[in-house]
């Protein structure tokens, strides 16, 4: 089985640009979380998906956003860059996401500049 | 809010020797898992445990989840090279995945 595969791995931007990144949960997977990982705050969590609805939702301001598709293809999207955005986004899939444990794709390393 | 947090920050150990990292969380969690983070890769699941009390071993591994539910540690034997990485915990209030991190134990293990 492929793993959780997360696009594209690394990424550059400037302040106040848009910026989509995607991830393809392991098949059969239906729950998609995102997490924030940056060397000061650590891993936090942003929001999870389930069946294309959003379950749960971190502390993070409206400029994080993002959705599921119904292949369980996840996307998320940060407006309006800032310089505090840069750290690595993990994605991470699981079956049902009541509970178990979580599988995390490589990440997208995000620059802002 | 809800934080987990998670001492030592950082730990260099001699081959051999004995490691130690600890959770502790401000409210009753409803589980909490263990994930080992090699430098430049990403967490990988390691255990988790639900139970108040609970203990499982892995090989060289023990892992513990407090009688309140609030607190947890992982401790590993003899280490080795191979045990090198960062070591999180994460905590859930309710049944589902929304995980509360440690900020994590680097682990060095000297030959």
């Known amino acids: 089985k492929a793993g959780v595969t997360q696009t594209p791995r690394y990424l550059i931007k400037t302040r106040g640009q848009q910026v989509t990144l995607s991830c393809s949960p392991i098949s059969g997977h239906r729950s998609v979380s995102w997490y924030q990982q940056t060397p000061g705050q650590g891993l936090q969590f942003l929001f999870e998906?389930?069946?294309?609805?959003?379950?749960n939702k971190g502390n993070f301001p409206g400029r994080f956003s993002g959705r599921q598709f119904s292949n369980s293809r996840s996307e998320m999207n940060v407006s309006t860059l800032e310089l505090g955005d840069s750290a690595l986004y993990l994605c991470?899939?699981?079956?049902?996401?009541?509970?178990?444990?979580?599988?995390f794709g490589s990440g997208t390393q995000l620059s802002v500049l | 809010g809800q934080q987990v947090m998670q001492i030592p920050q950082y730990q260099h150990v001699q081959e051999g020797e004995d490691f130690t990292t600890y959770c502790n969380s401000s409210t009753t969690l409803s589980n909490i898992q263990w994930y080992k983070q090699r430098p430049g890769g990403h967490p990988v699941f390691l255990i988790q445990l639900v139970k108040s009390g609970e203990v499982k071993k892995q090989k060289r591994l023990t892992f513990q989840f407090g009688e309140a539910k609030k607190n947890s540690s992982l401790h590993i034997t003899a280490t080795q090279t191979t045990d090198v990485g960062t070591y999180f915990c994460a905590g859930s209030l309710y049944n589902f995945n929304k995980f509360y991190f440690g900020s994590g134990t680097k682990l060095n293990v000297k030959p």
């Open positions: 991470a899939s699981s079956l049902t996401g009541e509970n178990e444990k979580l599988f």
């Open positions: 998906y389930f069946s294309e609805t959003q379950r």
